[in-house]
């Protein structure tokens, strides 16, 4: 099972991003999904996530601001970003909880990381 993150960059404050992660491989289901994100010298801690359902949860610092969404058909979760903030700088990295086959307990599986910069 890999995740492909994609969509990071530079943009100014006040500015939007829109990330992508594709999970692909052998894929029996997927439950949760979601967006964590590490600035340096901090620890990883969550953004955003997303259940197979679409219940979804936010940290207080992006509530408002991001949006996470999935498609099942194509075991993908976005994160839209909207007025973003210096503090907001940070690689961001998906995370899908994944069963492989029938006989398979879920297993946490992560992207490789998409940077993002918040700079004027």
């Known amino acids: 099972v890999q995740l492909q993150a994609s969509g990071g960059g530079l943009v100014q404050p006040g500015g939007s991003l829109r990330l992508s992660c594709v999970a692909s491989g052998s894929i029996f289901g997927i439950k949760g999904m979601g967006w964590y994100r590490q600035a340096p010298g901090n620890e990883r801690e969550s953004v955003a996530t997303?259940?197979?359902?679409?219940?979804?949860n936010y940290a207080d610092s992006v509530k408002g601001r991001f949006t996470v969404s999935r498609d099942n058909a194509k075991n993908t979760v976005y994160l839209q970003m909207n007025s973003l903030k210096p503090e907001d700088t940070a690689v961001y990295y998906c995370?899908?909880?994944?069963?492989?086959?029938?006989?398979?307990?879920?297993?946490?599986?992560w992207g490789q990381g998409t940077l993002v910069t918040v700079s004027s």
């Open positions: 995370n899908a909880e994944v069963k492989k086959g029938i006989f398979y307990a879920f297993s946490d599986y």
């Open positions: 997303i259940t197979s359902g679409g219940s979804t």
